[in-house]
Each structure stands twice: as structure tokens, then as C-alpha cells.
């Protein structure tokens, strides 16, 4: 059964500490790997696309990498404004329509000033 | 430059009722997803739909629910005699292209309470 998860289910970091988000996937064919922002009340924010292993894209203090089994988004130097959760989503290769998301539940990360 | 425009943003239905989500997509986009987000669970894909067209809908439950992208106007997901078990939060979102590199942008969601 295909699947994503994601670890911790929550982190709290001190400002300027960093750390990595773990996003594990099990799909049938991966077209793509998707990191999104979710703050709270809204939709999610689309972050990053990684579409092959050892593909690595950044993003101000975020960098996401990507492995055969997993993605990494790492944080540096995190400020208060990066508390959000943070989801983590793959689009199998079904050979049909695509943007069939199938997410995790995500990361919830609180930073501290 | 508006994003995704879901209304209400806040639903609240007695059991049995009928419930009324809508979706504009973003200016240009012709791609509509729907995916539902339930209490301590990930968002779970339902619909893609084109204008006028339902091009896959294997995550709708196969009873009450419908969706629709009319010619003219917003995507509607329509939930018949709505029970405790459809409260969630409903998000929409559209793409430029249905391809797998053109990502998704989502709206705010609409949150049903059935009561």
C-alpha cells in the first residue's frame, strides 16, 4: 500500500537552532515529492518539487533533498516566523491523471525566540 | 493576482442536510482538485475535474458525494444527507496543467461541522 510518513510529529527548536524533517514514502513510482507550509486555518503553501534522487532544492532557510526512501527538509537557522506544520506529500505513478497527492501528516514545528 | 477562492470558509449542518463547498480556481487554471482533510489525519485526495469534465474520481466515497466544474462559475462539491463522519475541513486546489510539474496551489479550505 503506497504511504507517506513523516517524523517528529512535532519539534520545538530555539531560534537560529537547526534540525531536519524526516518525510519517508512507499508509492508505486514516484513522479514527484512535494514539501508544502501549513499555517494554522490555511491551505497548504507549496514549497518544493523534487522529481529524482540526489535532487536537492532550497528556499531561504529551507533545503530539501531527496533519497530513494526519503526526504529531507532541513532548517537552518530557524526563526519564529518558520513555526508551521510542514507536509510532506508524493505523487505516485498509477499511469493515470496525476496530482493524486498522497500526504503525510505532517510535522508540526514551533520555533522559539 | 487572487489565489484559490474556496466560500464558505465555515459550514455548519445539521445531519441530514446538504452541504455546498465552493472552489474558484486561479486565474488560468483549468486543473480542480479536491482532497479532504480529517481530524488527526493526512488530506486525503477525492476529484480532479476539467471544465465540464470529472476526469478521476476514485477517492470520492460512491454515495452522496458529487462534484461538478460547470463551462461557467466555480467547482462545486455537493455532500447529500451529510453525516457526523463528513465533518472536515475541505480544500481545493488548482493547476495550471494536469502534469506532475505543475504543482498544486491550494485554498483556505472550508471547514463543515455537522452537528
Known amino acids: 500500500e503506497d504511504q507517506v510518513t513523516q517524523s517528529p510529529e512535532a519539534l520545538r527548536l530555539q531560534e537560529g537552532e537547526s534540525s531536519s524533517l524526516n518525510c519517508s514514502y512507499t508509492v508505486s513510482g514516484l513522479r514527484g515529492l512535494f514539501w508544502y507550509r501549513q499555517d494554522p486555518g490555511k491551505g497548504p503553501e507549496f514549497l518544493f518539487t523534487l522529481y529524482s534522487a540526489g535532487e536537492e532544492k532550497e528556499k531561504e532557510r529551507l533545503k530539501a533533498t531527496l533519497t530513494k526512501k526519503e526526504s529531507f527538509l532541513h532548517i537552518t537557522a530557524p526563526k519564529p516566523e518558520d513555526s508551521a506544520t510542514y507536509l510532506c506529500a508524493a505523487d505516485p505513478n498509477y499511469g493515470g491523471a496525476t496530482n493524486k497527492l498522497i500526504f503525510g501528516t505532517g510535522t508540526l514545528l514551533a520555533v522559539q525566540p | 493576482n487572487a489565489g484559490v477562492m474556496q466560500n464558505p470558509r465555515h459550514l455548519v449542518r445539521r445531519r441530514g442536510q446538504e452541504a455546498r463547498l465552493r472552489c474558484s480556481p486561479m486565474?488560468?487554471?483549468?486543473?480542480v482538485y479536491w482532497y479532504r482533510q480529517l481530524p488527526e489525519e493526512g488530506l486525503k485526495f477525492m476529484v480532479y475535474?476539467?471544465?465540464?469534465?470529472?476526469?478521476?474520481e476514485s477517492g470520492m466515497p460512491k454515495e452522496r458525494f458529487s462534484a461538478e466544474f460547470p463551462k461557467e462559475g466555480p467547482s462545486i462539491l455537493r455532500i447529500q444527507q451529510v453525516v457526523r463522519g463528513d465533518s472536515a475541513a475541505y480544500f481545493c486546489?488548482?493547476?495550471?496543467?494536469?502534469?506532475?510539474?505543475?504543482?498544486?496551489?491550494f485554498g483556505n479550505g472550508t471547514r463543515l461541522t455537522v452537528t
Open positions: 486546489a488548482s493547476s495550471p496543467q494536469g502534469t506532475y510539474n505543475s504543482p498544486l496551489h
Open positions: 486565474k488560468g487554471h483549468s486543473h
Open positions: 475535474l476539467q471544465k465540464e469534465n470529472i476526469i478521476d
